[in-house]
């Protein structure tokens, strides 16, 4: 606040409001094993609101809408873990794939499982799925 950063102050504003509304939802239902999974989980979900935002807003003509959501981003990923790079992501899906030992696209479902539930956190599922559907295809 001191130094008047207003786009990253309006984003951890969001971040937080986010956080506190999962945060209320998750008490109703079972208990969270892991609150650093839940954060994650919501700061993905908002980047990639925010993505899609940025392309509706690019396709529409709001270059200025759509520059504002990238600034957003940029704030939000700076509080995600570090991203599986794109050789790292085949790696542990051949790994995976080699260990269930899965061999045709009937069996993505259970690789796209275990892929969620060793890397959810550094991994984007939607790029994943493209790459699982490639490595069984």
Same mark, same amino acid.
Do not use: C, W
């Given at each position: 606040?001191? %130094?008047?950063?207003? #786009?990253?102050?309006?984003? @951890?504003?969001?971040? +937080?409001?986010?956080? *506190?509304? $999962?945060?209320?939802?998750?008490?109703?239902?079972? %208990?969270?094993?892991? #609150?650093?999974?839940?954060? @994650?989980?919501?700061? +993905?979900?908002?980047? *990639?609101? $925010?993505?899609?935002?940025?392309?509706?807003?690019?396709?529409?003509?709001?270059?200025?809408?759509?520059?504002?959501?990238?600034?957003?981003?940029?704030?939000?990923? $700076?509080?995600?873990?570090?991203?599986?790079?794109?050789?790292?992501?085949?790696?542990?899906?051949?790994?995976?794939?080699?260990?269930?030992?899965?061999?045709?696209?009937?069996?993505?479902?259970?690789?796209?499982?275990e892929l969620k539930a060793?890397?959810?956190?550094?991994?984007?599922?939607?790029?994943?799925?493209?790459?699982?559907?490639?490595?069984?295809?």
């Amino acid at each position: 606040m001191k %130094a008047g950063d207003k #786009d990253t102050r309006a984003a @951890v504003g969001l971040i +937080q409001a986010a956080i *506190k509304n $999962r945060d209320i939802e998750t008490r109703t239902g079972p %208990a969270v094993a892991d #609150d650093d999974a839940l954060v @994650v989980e919501v700061l +993905q979900k908002m980047v *990639k609101q $925010r993505r899609e935002s940025i392309e509706m807003y690019r396709k529409g003509g709001r270059e200025e809408l759509a520059q504002a959501e990238e600034r957003e981003v940029a704030v939000i990923e $700076r509080f995600l873990p570090q991203q599986m790079s794109e050789d790292e992501t085949r790696a542990a899906i051949e790994a995976i794939k080699a260990e269930l030992g899965a061999s045709g696209m009937k069996d993505m479902g259970r690789v796209m499982a275990e892929l969620k539930a060793r890397h959810a956190s550094v991994l984007d599922m939607s790029k994943a799925s493209a790459l699982v559907k490639a490595a069984l295809g």
